[in-house]
């Protein structure tokens, strides 16, 4: 089985920082694509950055320039470096990667991390 476990969620006033760790765990092959998704009370949940395995990034129009994402191989764990924040990112973050198990990948999701930006 494989598990991924987010930290570093919490509250924050408005222009603040926070920095988002989501550590893979288990028996895999490798670690493909890892994301950051977010979910606000009454919407749908919606993608902020991915990451390839090799490092190439994309992010969503409203956090470009704020949120960084990164990650160590080495250690199986992807980072959202979340800058600048206002009140609108206040959500619950969870993580995502495809997980290479066998022949075969499966998308693995965390339990997610309440992020609240207060005014």
């Known amino acids: 089985q494989v598990q991924l476990v987010e930290s570093g969620g919490g509250l924050v006033q408005a222009g603040g920082s926070l920095r988002l760790s989501c550590a893979a765990s288990g028996r895999f092959f490798s670690i493909n694509g890892m994301g950051w998704y977010r979910q606000a009370p009454g919407k749908q949940r919606e993608l902020v950055a991915t990451?390839?395995?090799?490092?190439?990034?994309d992010y969503a129009d409203d956090v470009k320039g704020r949120f960084t994402i990164s990650r160590d191989n080495a250690k199986n764990t992807v980072y959202l470096q979340m800058n600048s924040l206002k009140p609108e990112d206040t959500a619950v973050y969870y993580c995502?990667?495809?997980?290479?198990?066998?022949?075969?990948?499966?998308?693995?999701w965390g339990q997610g991390t309440q992020v609240t930006v207060s005014s």
């Open positions: 995502n990667a495809g997980v290479r198990r066998a022949l075969h990948e499966y998308i693995y």
């Open positions: 990451i390839t395995s090799g490092g190439s990034t």
